[in-house]
């Protein structure tokens, strides 16, 4: 059985940077398309990027503006985002979730999710 794990969440001051990282046990990866999201307080889940099966990646948001990159190494059964340029805007916890192959449009087909990781920009 497929399980996520995030990590490297933490608090940053504005403008620097983190790379999150969804690692896998229980089956490799090569098989999934995995995407970020991610939950601010009080507000939606809102989607961020997925990377399919190919390599070939999906941006849901403008919002990101091309400081957000999604990569996958499946040799280390992991899929990295690495953020920069953080904002205060930018406050949330992170997931990643699995779906098989594509990346889908909804939020609804990715059906194993991780526990999150927290992500605090702050001066």
């Known amino acids: 059985q497929l399980q996520l794990v995030e990590s490297g969440g933490g608090l940053v001051q504005p403008g620097e940077s983190l790379r999150l990282s969804c690692t896998a046990s229980?089956?490799?990866?090569?098989?999934?398309?995995i995407g970020w999201f991610r939950q601010a307080l009080g507000k939606e889940r809102e989607k961020i990027s997925c990377?399919?099966?190919?390599?070939?990646?999906?941006n849901y948001e403008d919002s990101q503006q091309g400081r957000f990159t999604i990569s996958r190494d499946n040799a280390k059964n992991t899929v990295y985002l690495q953020m920069n340029g953080l904002r205060p805007e930018d406050t949330a916890t992170y997931f990643c979730?699995?779906?098989?192959?594509?990346?889908?449009?909804?939020?609804?087909?990715?059906?194993?999710w991780g526990q999150g990781t927290q992500v605090a920009v702050s001066s």
């Open positions: 990377i399919s099966t190919t390599n070939g990646i999906t």
């Open positions: 979730a699995a779906t098989l192959y594509l990346c889908p449009r909804e939020m609804n087909r990715y059906y194993v």
């Open positions: 229980g089956r490799t990866l090569e098989h999934y398309a």
